[in-house]
C-alpha cells in the first residue's frame, strides 16, 4: 500500500505537477526576490522585506484563475471566495488593497515564481509536486469532486469508480488535480482549459461528464441555461486512496515572511468557523468545506504521507 500510494502521489498527479514547469513567465513587476536582499530601504540603509514592501505600498497583486466561486472578476471588481478571505487576512497586516493579475490556471505558480505578482488566489490543491515549486499556506477551504453532466444524469454517474472502466469520455481541466486522476487510472479523458469549455464539452456531447470541485459545478450549473446538472460531490478514491482535497494561498518559497504571517493571521479564521462563514457563505461555501483542525500544509506537501491514516485521523468519510 505504501509503494502504490507514494508512486500515485508522485506519478499519478504529473498533470497537476509537470506543467509546472512547461510555463516561463518573465518578470513583469518590481516585486523583490521575498526576502531580505534588494527592495527599497527602510530609511535607515537596510533593505526592506517584501513583507514590509507591501505594507508600505498598502497593496499586494495576486493572481487568479478567474473560477467562480474561489477568484473571479464581476462588474469590474476582483472577488470570490478566496479574494475575500485574502482581504480579511492582508488587511490585518496592514495591506488593505488586494488587486489581481488573471492568467491561465498552468500559469498561476510559474507566474508567483517570476514576480509577476506577490502571491496566487486561486484555491490551489496543496500536492507534493506544487511544493516542490511553491510555498503552501495551510488549507483555508476543503473540496470534494463532482461531474457537470447533462440534465437526468444519463450515465448514472456517482463516484470516481462509476466512471472507470466504462464507455464514458470525461473532460478535466488542464492541470488541475482531476486531470492527475485520469492519468493514474483506467478512465477516457480530454482535457480543457477552463469551465466553460468544460461545460460545452458536456453541452456538444463531446465528453459525457465534466471533473471538478463540486462548489464549483454546483456554481456552474446554476449560472448556465444549459441543460446540466452537477451531481453529489464525493471524496474521490484513486487506487483505494482517498483524495484529500484541500486549497490555499501560495506564495514563492523564500517569502517566508508573508507566509508564516498569512498563516498566522488565518489561524484565527480556522479557530473561529462562524467568522470563516461569515465570509465564505456568500460564495456557497458551507461548515463542509471548513478545514477540519489539525491539518496542515506541511502534511500534504510530504509525498510520503499515508493519506488513508490522515483522512482516518481527521474523521473524514470516504
Same mark, same amino acid.
Request: overall charge negative; aromatic content about 6%; some cysteine.
Given at each position: 500500500?505504501?509503494?502504490?500510494?507514494?508512486? @500515485?502521489?508522485?506519478?499519478?498527479?504529473?498533470?497537476?505537477?509537470?506543467?509546472?514547469?512547461?510555463?516561463?513567465?518573465?518578470?513583469?513587476?518590481?516585486?523583490?526576490?521575498?526576502?531580505?536582499?534588494?527592495?527599497?530601504?527602510?530609511?535607515?540603509?537596510?533593505?526592506?522585506? @517584501?513583507?514590509?514592501?507591501?505594507?508600505?505600498?498598502?497593496?499586494?497583486?495576486?493572481?487568479?484563475?478567474?473560477?467562480?466561486?474561489?477568484?473571479?472578476?464581476?462588474?469590474?471588481?476582483?472577488?470570490?471566495?478566496?479574494?475575500?478571505?485574502?482581504?480579511?487576512?492582508?488587511?490585518?497586516?496592514?495591506?488593505?488593497?488586494?488587486?489581481?493579475?488573471?492568467?491561465?490556471?498552468?500559469?498561476?505558480?510559474?507566474?508567483?515564481?517570476?514576480?509577476?505578482?506577490?502571491?496566487?488566489?486561486?484555491?490551489?490543491?496543496?500536492?507534493?509536486?506544487?511544493?516542490?515549486?511553491?510555498?503552501?499556506?495551510?488549507?483555508?477551504?476543503?473540496?470534494?469532486?463532482?461531474?457537470?453532466?447533462?440534465?437526468?444524469?444519463?450515465?448514472?454517474?456517482?463516484?470516481?469508480?462509476?466512471?472507470?472502466?466504462?464507455?464514458?469520455?470525461?473532460?478535466?481541466?488542464?492541470?488541475?488535480?482531476?486531470?492527475?486522476?485520469?492519468?493514474?487510472?483506467?478512465?477516457?479523458?480530454?482535457?480543457?482549459?477552463?469551465?466553460?469549455?468544460?461545460? !460545452?464539452?458536456?453541452?456538444?456531447?463531446?465528453?459525457?461528464?465534466?471533473?471538478?470541485?463540486?462548489?464549483?459545478?454546483?456554481?456552474?450549473?446554476?449560472?448556465?441555461?444549459?441543460?446540466?446538472?452537477?451531481?453529489?460531490?464525493?471524496?474521490?478514491?484513486?487506487?483505494?486512496?482517498?483524495?484529500?482535497?484541500?486549497?490555499?494561498?501560495?506564495?514563492?518559497?523564500?517569502?517566508?515572511?508573508?507566509?508564516?504571517?498569512?498563516?498566522?493571521?488565518?489561524?484565527?479564521?480556522?479557530?473561529?468557523?462562524?467568522?470563516?462563514?461569515?465570509?465564505?457563505?456568500?460564495?456557497?461555501?458551507?461548515?463542509?468545506?471548513?478545514?477540519?483542525?489539525?491539518?496542515?500544509?506541511?502534511?500534504?506537501?510530504?509525498?510520503?504521507? !499515508?493519506?488513508?491514516?490522515?483522512?482516518?485521523?481527521?474523521?473524514?468519510?470516504?
Amino acid at each position: 500500500m505504501q509503494s502504490t500510494r507514494t508512486t @500515485h502521489r508522485r506519478r499519478a498527479l504529473a498533470a497537476a505537477g509537470s506543467v509546472l514547469a512547461l510555463t516561463a513567465l518573465t518578470a513583469c513587476s518590481s516585486v523583490d526576490d521575498g526576502g531580505s536582499d534588494g527592495g527599497d530601504d527602510g530609511g535607515d540603509g537596510e533593505s526592506m522585506s @517584501h513583507l514590509a514592501e507591501l505594507q508600505d505600498a498598502g497593496s499586494i497583486n495576486v493572481g487568479f484563475f478567474g473560477e467562480v466561486p474561489y477568484s473571479y472578476e464581476e462588474g469590474g471588481e476582483l472577488t470570490g471566495a478566496t479574494i475575500e478571505l485574502g482581504r480579511a487576512i492582508y488587511g490585518e497586516l496592514g495591506i488593505d488593497t488586494v488587486e489581481g493579475t488573471q492568467v491561465e490556471w498552468n500559469a498561476l505558480i510559474p507566474g508567483v515564481q517570476a514576480d509577476r505578482f506577490d502571491a496566487v488566489s486561486a484555491g490551489m490543491s496543496i500536492l507534493p509536486e506544487r511544493c516542490e515549486q511553491a510555498a503552501f499556506a495551510d488549507p483555508t477551504i476543503m473540496y470534494t469532486t463532482a461531474f457537470l453532466v447533462p440534465e437526468g444524469n444519463p450515465q448514472g454517474l456517482t463516484d470516481w469508480q462509476s466512471v472507470e472502466g466504462g464507455d464514458v469520455t470525461v473532460a478535466v481541466t488542464q492541470g488541475a488535480i482531476e486531470a492527475g486522476y485520469v492519468e493514474e487510472t483506467d478512465v477516457d479523458g480530454m482535457e480543457v482549459p477552463d469551465r466553460q469549455a468544460g461545460l !460545452d464539452a458536456v453541452t456538444t456531447g463531446r465528453a459525457d461528464a465534466y471533473a471538478l470541485t463540486g462548489i464549483s459545478l454546483r456554481a456552474l450549473a446554476e449560472e448556465t441555461d444549459e441543460p446540466v446538472e452537477a451531481t453529489e460531490a464525493f471524496v474521490a478514491t484513486i487506487n483505494g486512496e482517498p483524495q484529500i482535497g484541500a486549497g490555499a494561498e501560495v506564495f514563492r518559497q523564500d517569502d517566508t515572511e508573508l507566509l508564516d504571517a498569512y498563516n498566522e493571521q488565518l489561524a484565527t479564521y480556522l479557530g473561529d468557523e462562524a467568522a470563516w462563514l461569515e465570509i465564505m457563505e456568500p460564495f456557497g461555501f458551507s461548515a463542509t468545506e471548513f478545514p477540519p483542525e489539525g491539518l496542515t500544509a506541511e502534511q500534504l506537501c510530504d509525498p510520503d504521507q !499515508d493519506l488513508s491514516d490522515l483522512a482516518d485521523e481527521l474523521g473524514m468519510d470516504y
